[in-house]
């Protein structure tokens, strides 16, 4: 089955400084990658994701690349903010043409990053 | 729309009792998956229904069973609880299978003791 790993575990930057989060996945069946963002104590929120027939996209202050040779995708966030700490999640999963399998539907998660941006 | 709706937001059952959590997804979304979340395993997958079928399960053992409804509507069910299975348990909704994003729910906490 897919194993997604995620790393850091933790980051910590300062305000306005960028942030780069990486996960890497096993499946090259895994054609679609979400992340997510959890605050405490909150349901985990869809914030971007791609497509494996996208290198890149991008959502304001946030972007997401892949890189499906290597099996990599990357979470940006650019110009942090204090309200950008909570716990990330990539994921990963196989939909459409790439189903049948067991992975069908099935969101892989990373094992999460918990980032802080210090004010 | 109402996001995904999950009652109760907090259980507390002792070891060997059964639990139902219940899952209300958006309206005209057809897919549900249910999600384990702990800290030490983070989040694990459980199984997802769509058109009141399972389609999909993960790798839990048989204590944990599910079903949806014809309104979309999906129950979880643990029999003879484990301190183990203590945990956040989240559904999503997707509006169909092949179709991508899985909203969340904001969880069922259940503590056993």
Known sequence: GENVEQHPSTLSVQEGDSAVIKCTYSDSASNYFPWYKQELGKRPQLIIDIRSNVGEKKDQ????????????????????????S???????????ANAGGTSYGKLTFGQGTILTVHP | KAGVTQTPRYLIKTRGQQVTLSCSPISGHRSVSWYQQTPGQGLQFLFEYFSETQRNKGNFPGRFSGRQFSNSRSEMNVSTLEL?????YLCASSLNRGYNEQFFGPGTRLTVL
Request: a negative charge; glycine letters at 4%.
């Open chain 1, 86 to 96: 909570a716990v990330y999640f990539c994921a990963a999963c196989t939909t459409g």
């Open chain 1, 61 to 84: 202050r946030i972007a997401v690349t892949l890189n499906k040779t290597a099996k990599h995708f990357s979470l940006h966030i650019t110009e942090t903010q204090p309200e950008d």
């Open chain 2, 84 to 88: 183990g299975d203590s945990a956040l």
